[in-house]
């Protein structure tokens, strides 16, 4: 609740507890809960201004070293490379010996010292003309900087390190590269993070931000290792493009199945950004591919980059993880990663990818409302939303006059609207909150 | 986590941010007071670094070498050593390569690649490798790149060739200077000696 709303609704309890409305237990346990998130946005307002304080200044200081400044000696420009990184660590070190200390200090003392770092190997690099890609200066960066997200509990730094491997790794597509510089040491480097998140016994689990950058990161991670594969597997030309985004799609379906604990299976969608993100990318690529006129050479792409290791393996990850979708009964996630299987599926029927992908999303739309009816978790305006999605589709590239198709449009938007008010008064029905 | 953990992260960490950059400046300046100097012929054109600033992206005209019949089996990504021998024209070229460090001489550790424009080695011209060097950039002041630009852009017309100096010892090279027909591009911005 934000901020104006707990005012005021402290400021109420005093007439509901005269007219009887809440008792007087219940008007204190209110009164104490939202005093402790009043404080709670308290310390997130003063580490949003740490943030960004420790932020200016560090991207100061790089902007400063940027403009180079030649007019100083080389042991003078080393002295402000090493100076500032001297006095970060200084400050850190000082907090950590203090034990316990809020978190704006920890959060903008690791974000300082990761920038005054970053400052320092650039000044460095730039003294002496250092050459190398920008992304290779980054991974060392990152890797310089990541222990400090072990040692302060550092959120922005273990998100600063969870977005660098990520670019790092989609920069590396470089053929016949040794393999320390591509990105099949990905996974190593994502190890990194462990010891921050979720910890040597698991004691610290992902807050949602964190898990919004690392689904971006291990997305990032599975398309380098796709991109990479279709370069150096031999494929015909025109087959790498399709091949490494079959694959990609693939990897979002195993990376949307990650299994969840007993408490996640019912939380909101909002909250599990490693199963929306695959799922917008999955549904996207479905509702394109009820589009393609001739899917033969996508089809055909799909299994070469299923005869590839990287295939084959995202293949068996992409098994696994469905068997354990399947025991936790999240069918109506399972409906929408089978999305990459089809083009596979199209080699095997006498139907066109189109048709295929069409139909399969017409089951997944139905499947998420019929599950709902049966108690299952699903999202029935999400599969209202994918049959509306798809006659719209289908309409539009139809060769129906336009007064056809607006009139199909309109009965959509109506049928769509009179479902939406349905659920309404179903939730309402059954006592659960509108959405 | 246990706070002892916690230390031994921060001064690993504090340890690693101190030890990396001193490593480089060591081996650097060892190229710089030690080294010999290395003359190559180059092109420069002026990009800018997201993080590092604007440099003359330092391009070596000649970067490709051919591999005796014994390193035929080398391909690209490989690391090698390319010795570098001075010619007729005072500038320094690509010479032998080999996969153990040379015993005398100026080297450099470089990687081989294919050349531009070609996915795969056809067979009869296997033995012709590109190579990365290990110098590709030459930092300037943000107000002299533009003029730095448009001096090495009026000396070239007409085919004249701009020349990178480069110290080298030990497989490694720093890059100190650029000149155009003997005169030092630091000179002209009027900077003053690496």
């Known amino acids: ?94 907090l950590l010996r203090r034990g316990t200390v809020e978190v704006w200090k920890r959060e903008s003392a690791g974000l300082l010292q990761t920038l005054t770092t970053g400052a320092c190997i650039a000044l460095v690099s730039q003294i002496y003309q250092m050459g190398g890609e920008w992304t290779q200066f980054l991974l060392v960066w990152c890797l310089l900087t990541v222990p400090l997200a072990w040692a302060l509990r550092a959120r922005f730094v273990a998100i600063f390190y969870a977005l660098g491997i990520g670019v790092w790794a989609l920069s590396q597509s ?139 393996l995202l293949l068996v990850v992409f098994a696994v993880l469905g068997a ?13 990663a089978m999305i990459p299987l089809l083009p596979l599926l199209a080699t095997l029927l006498p139907v066109s990818l189109s048709t295929l992908s069409t139909l399969h999303l017409t089951a997944v739309g139905l499947t998420l409302i019929v599950l709902d009816f049966y108690g299952k978790p699903s999202s029935p305006r999400g ?53 | 986590m246990k706070p002892d953990f916690r230390l031994l992260a921060f001064g690993a960490a504090c340890v690693a941010q101190w030890a990396a950059p001193l490593a480089s400046i060591y081996v650097r300046e060892d190229a710089i007071q030690r080294g010999a100097v290395v003359r190559v012929a180059v092109s420069a054109p002026d990009p800018f670094d997201p993080l590092r600033g604007r440099y003359l992206q330092v391009r070596p005209l000649e970067s490709e070498v051919v591999l005796d019949p014994e390193l035929a089996h080398l391909t690209s990504g490989q690391k090698v050593w390319v010795q570098l021998q001075k010619g007729p024209d005072e500038l320094h070229h690509l010479g032998k390569v080999t996969t153990q460090k040379p015993v005398s001489g100026d ?49 070239t017309r007409g085919g004249r060739t701009i020349v990178a100096e480069l110290r080298v010892l030990n497989g490694t090279a720093v890059l100190t200077d650029i000149a155009v027909d003997g005169r030092s591009f630091r000179d002209v911005l009027k900077q003053p000696a690496q």
């Open chain 1, 1 to 94: 609740m934000k901020a104006p709303e707990q005012s005021w609704l402290l400021r109420q309890l005093e007439g509901w507890e005269a007219e009887g409305l809440v008792t007087a237990d219940s008007a204190k346990v209110l009164r104490e809960r939202f005093k402790a998130q009043g404080a709670a946005s308290a310390g997130t307002g003063a580490l949003m201004l740490g943030i960004v304080g420790a932020l200016l200044l560090g991207s100061g200081l790089i902007v400063l070293i940027s403009h180079n400044w030649d007019a100083f000696s080389r042991f003078q420009r080393l002295a402000c490379a090493f100076v500032p990184l001297l006095l970060s660590q200084v400050w850190t070190a000082s």
């Open chain 1, 174 to 312: 470089r053929v016949n590269a040794p393999w320390h510089e591509t990105p099949w040491i990905y996974p190593l480097l994502l190890l990194a993070l462990w010891p921050y998140c979720p910890g040597f016994r698991l004691q610290q689990l992902p807050d949602l931000l964190f898990r919004r950058v690392l689904t971006l990161s291990v997305a990032a991670g599975i398309a380098a290792c796709s991109i990479r594969t279709c370069l150096n597997s031999g494929l015909p030309a025109p087959q790498v493009e399709g091949a490494a985004f079959w694959l990609l799609l693939l990897g979002a379906s195993g990376l949307s199945l990650f299994p969840l604990s007993k408490t996640a299976l019912t939380d909101s969608l909002n909250t599990k950004p490693q199963v929306v993100f695959p799922c917008l990318v999955l549904l996207h690529y479905g509702f394109f591919a009820t589009l393609l006129e001739g899917g033969e050479a996508f089809t055909a792409a799909a299994v070469s980059g299923m005869h590839t290791h990287w295939g084959r």
């Open chain 1, 324 to 336: 354990v979708a399947v025991r936790q009964r999240r069918f109506a996630l399972l409906s929408l």
């Open chain 1, 383 to 435: 599969g209202a939303a994918i049959l509306t999605g798809l006659i719209v589709i289908r309409i539009f590239d139809s060769h129906f006059s336009l007064v056809a198709k607006g009139l199909v449009f309109m009965g959509a938007g109506i049928a769509f609207l009179a479902f939406n008010h349905f659920m309404s008064r179903r939730k309402q029905h059954l006592g659960a909150p509108a959405a």
């Open chain 2, 107 to 155: 080297y450099l550790l470089m990687t081989l690649r294919l050349p531009r424009g070609r996915s795969s080695a056809p067979a009869d011209s296997a033995s012709r490798l590109s190579v990365d060097w290990p110098v590709d950039r030459f930092f300037v002041n943000e107000k002299s790149a533009p003029q730095a630009d448009d001096w090495l852009r009026e000396k």
